[in-house]
């Protein structure tokens, strides 16, 4: 038996991957030499395969940086790490994230590449997703995803003139004349078209005429959410929620003359009824879910990586050693609830998971503070959802 360099296979995209026997003898080495598995089992993993991007959006919480992309050390040992790291579980997760994942596309077919090939070998099911702004979408792509079964959602704000104002092409080029006309193709290869629109707070009273624009040129799904970091005065929120409510009139609207078109919030989840989080913190950042930075660096979330205060605090390793930062780790899995002092006699404390630890420590300097924008989405979403009749 010969020695040296892992064999490697040509795949059907022409990338280069390592060979079925190969890719179990380096599993085997990383988790010979990795800690002993946590208690929580990670089952979704926040993939930055680069900072690079396309786009200056003015509201990005990574801003602008020098581009970073992952190597294919980085991209192999970390998906070995998901599925060691996922334990017992065999439906996991694995979002592409940026940056924007298709100025790196070969990372990225590389990436799903690996986590099919792991899937076949273990039984394990990992479901593919991205997020990407659309411009560098073709049709061969668009095609080459859904062979693989890579799921992406759009970032489109809304028609030109809202989506223009705050996402800008480093070219100069209208970000929404790169993406919006390629909607009938895409539809082609994903006939489900989500989009996230990221609420700037002078657009919040455009949101109604937004999300109607968007749905007839082939938008199906909306996440609606508002963006973060900013100021928001009282009005611009009063706005905000007015729009959310004639979108919520809109889109029921839509669902009863028989139109394809998704908002959760209009949707009964039987799996969270009141009193959910009574007892529970957290949005799951670090204890079910972490994000591998571009360096190989473990952290709790993507957004978690954005806050210059918490991309030390709660690094919790690499992808070579493993989880070793134990007292991170436990901290933002935490579900000690006397820690939300300021949660306690809120009316939605058995109802609110406490928001997110990344704009709670970004706005209050701790995980456990909440960020007062994060306060008012909650308390808005629990009276609309009330309003609707929707648990």
């Known amino acids: 038996m010969t020695t ?12 280069s991957s390592l060979t079925a026997p190969d890719a179990r003898r380096l599993a085997a080495a990383i988790g010979s030499r ?15 395969v680069t900072t690079d991007c396309n786009h200056e959006c003015d509201y990005c919480f990574y801003g602008r940086q020098t581009p ?22 065999a439906e996991l997760g694995l979002l592409l994230f940026g940056g924007e994942p298709l100025c790196a596309w070969d ?8 986590c099919i090939a792991w899937g076949t070998q273990t039984g394990k099911r990992i479901s593919l997703d991205m997020t990407t702004n659309g411009s560098l979408l073709t049709e061969e792509r668009a ?12 970032s489109l704000d809304g028609l030109r003139p809202t989506h223009d104002a705050h996402r800008k092409r480093r070219d100069g080029a209208s970000s929404f004349d790169s993406s919006a006309p390629l909607l009938p193709m895409l539809k082609r290869y994903q006939p489900w078209q989500g989009t996230r629109i990221t609420v700037h707070p002078d657009q919040g009273g455009l949101l109604p005429d937004n999300v109607r624009g968007l749905h007839e040129l082939g938008i199906n ?11 928001w005065e009282d009005d611009q929120l009063e706005a905000y929620a007015a729009g959310l409510r004639a979108v919520a009139r809109f889109v029921r609207e839509r669902r009863e003359q028989g139109g394809h078109i998704r908002w959760t919030m209009l949707e009964d989840d039987p799996t969270r009824p009141l009193g959910y989080a009574k007892g529970h913190w957290g949005c799951g950042a670090g204890r079910s879910r972490a994000c591998i930075s571009p360096e190989g660096e473990i952290h709790g979330c993507a957004r978690l990586l954005a ?7 709660y690094r919790l390793g690499d992808v070579w050693s493993g989880i070793t930062r134990r007292d991170a780790r436990a901290e933002l899995a935490s579900e000690d609830t006397s ?13 609110c998971m406490g928001g997110c630890p990344a704009t709670n420590m970004e706005s209050t300097g701790g995980i456990f503070g909440p960020d007062p924008l994060g306060c008012w989405c909650a308390r808005n979403s629990a009276s609309l959802r009330r309003e609707l009749g929707v648990r």
């Open 4 to 15: 040296g360099a892992p064999r490697r296979s040509t795949t059907s995209s022409g990338h």
């Open 339 to 351: 820690r939300r002092v300021e949660c306690a006699t809120c009316e939605l404390a058995d109802d």
């Open 34 to 48: 990795l800690p002993k598995s946590p208690r929580y089992p990670i089952t979704h993993l926040d993939f930055l």
């Open 221 to 231: 799904q909306f996440l609606i959410g508002a963006a973060t970091g900013l100021h």
């Open 143 to 154: 095609r080459w995803l859904a062979r693989n079964g890579v799921k992406y959602l759009l």
């Open 307 to 313: 806050v210059p205060a918490a991309r030390e605090r």
């Open 68 to 89: 970073q992309t992952m190597t294919t050390d980085v991209i192999e040992r970390s998906v070995a790490f998901l599925v060691r790291e996922s334990g017992p579980q």
């Open 107 to 114: 990372e990225s077919c590389h990436t799903v590449e690996r």
